[in-house]
């Protein structure tokens, strides 16, 4: 099975997760070949039609994901649909319980509906909150939103809120995608 993830990582935390799943995928099947682009380098410099699985990983910053996220779903969306294709977000919003998956997180809601690709498996995962990574504005700005949500504001602190085994279960769905379209 040959994999790319195509990856939008703002602070390397998304990135993170695609390689826990490379690592599950691999420990299930040491056949899989993976690749790993940056979406940041837009456009991305693959030939999609040469992956059996194509796997998208983005992070939210202040509400939105990055802009080309968006141009890449739409310019590529009928090779997407034509694949077997997974995405997952990643988030502070889904620390919270009925937050932390596709149809009650509202930022990956919300981009599924903008777009025309149909991804096979979808789901959302919590992110890091890393205050000593950030810099002095998003530092305040980040730590405010997380008072007005009741979260962590600490800012020495460096807190991970990812539940790895909901990216084991995505890790093992992308061995067994179907032809019918699913929501973890």
Same mark, same amino acid.
């Given at each position: ?61 202040? &509400?939105?994901?990055?802009?080309? !996220? $968006?141009? /890449?779903?739409?310019?590529? %969306?009928?090779? +997407?649909?034509? #694949?077997? *294709? ?40 919590? &992110?890091?909150?890393?205050?000593? !990574? $950030?810099? /002095?504005?998003?530092?305040? %700005?980040?730590? +405010?939103?997380? #008072?007005? *949500? ?35």
């Amino acid at each position: 099975m040959n994999i790319a993830f195509i990856i939008s990582s703002r602070f390397g935390y998304t990135k993170k997760i695609a390689n826990f799943i490379a690592n599950e995928l691999m420990k299930i099947n040491s056949a899989c070949t993976i690749s790993f682009f940056n979406l940041e380098e837009y456009p991305i410099a693959c030939n999609l039609s040469s992956y059996d699985v194509i796997v998208v990983g983005a992070s939210i910053r202040y &509400g939105h994901f990055h802009k080309n !996220l $968006y141009r /890449f779903s739409q310019e590529y %969306a009928d090779v +997407l649909n034509q #694949k077997k *294709t997974a995405f997952y977000a990643v988030n502070l919003v889904a620390r919270t319980e009925g937050k932390n998956n596709p149809d009650s997180n509202i930022y990956t809601r919300k981009f599924l509906q903008k777009i025309l690709w149909k991804p096979d498996v979808i789901d959302v995962f919590a &992110g890091e909150l890393n205050y000593p !990574l $950030y810099g /002095f504005f998003d530092k305040q %700005a980040i730590r +405010l939103i997380m #008072k007005l *949500t009741g979260g962590d504001t600490d800012t020495s602190q460096k807190i991970e809120y990812t539940d790895w085994e909901q990216v084991k279960r995505f890790a093992k769905c992308l061995l067994y995608l179907n032809d019918e379209k699913s929501v973890l």
